[in-house]
């Protein structure tokens, strides 16, 4: 079964720029995989932040920005703040339409 | 504005079958793919499946496949799960999604519905 990997934590100093990717155990993340991103604090759903490799969702700062890196997919934040803190999950589409979640990145802001 | 809204049994005994809802209000569900997510305390999100009325299309995480069932009721504009055999293993809360495909990513989504497997 197909597994998709991103860091489990990661941490980035306020106003600094962090980047979390998501690969794949076997292959390379394309843009064919119309990567997303969602965060998500405790307690609450997932929230949208960038679509299709690298669309901000509505409302989502500019801070956020998406991209393929290499063989993966990555969210970079710049200039983070503190209420960046929170978990970060990407999800790719596979060719036989099934959807698969990476298994999130807990960001820290310190 | 698009809202939905889960609904579940709150507690199920194992073995038996989890049946939960989504009243989807803004939107008709005729038109949208949509997908349940599922997540673990302390865990990660996990696919389940998504289902297309129009096209009669469904698909389903391979782990599950054999025992989810999703489907949608028109006239109350709902997409409902099934999923049979629960076990301690499918206690999480459940999230109905949009699910506007490749390219649209998931969105809105519910605030969704703790379901516990416990006798």
């Known amino acids: 079964q197909t597994v998709v990997t991103q860091e489990p934590s990661s941490s980035v100093s306020p106003g600094g720029t962090v980047t979390l990717t998501c690969g794949l155990s076997s292959g390379s993340v394309s843009t064919d995989n119309y990567p997303d991103w969602y965060q998500q604090t405790p307690g609450q759903a997932p929230r949208t932040l960038i679509y299709?490799?690298?669309i901000r969702s509505s409302g989502v700062p500019h801070r956020f920005s998406g991209s393929i890196l290499g063989d993966k997919a990555a969210l970079t934040i710049t200039g983070a703040q503190a209420d960046d803190e929170s978990d970060y999950y990407c999800v790719l589409y596979m060719r036989d339409a099934s959807r698969v979640f990476g298994g999130g990145t807990k960001l820290s802001v310190l | 504005q698009v809202q939905l809204q889960e609904s579940g049994p709150g507690l199920v005994n194992p073995s038996e079958t989890l049946s939960l809802t989504c009243v989807v209000s803004g939107a008709s569900i005729s038109n949208y793919y949509w997908s349940w997510v599922r997540q673990a305390s302390g865990k990660g999100l996990e696919w389940i499946a998504f289902?297309?009325?129009?096209?009669?299309?469904?698909n389903y995480n391979p782990s599950l496949r054999s025992r989810a069932t999703i489907s949608v009721d028109t006239s109350k504009n709902q997409v409902s799960l099934k999923l049979s055999s629960v076990t301690a293993a499918d206690t999480a809360v459940y999230y109905c999604a949009r699910d506007l495909g490749r390219g649209g990513g998931f969105g809105p989504w519910g605030q969704g519905t703790l379901v516990t497997v416990s006798s």
């Open positions: 289902i297309h009325y129009t096209s009669g299309s469904t």
């Open positions: 299709n490799t690298n």
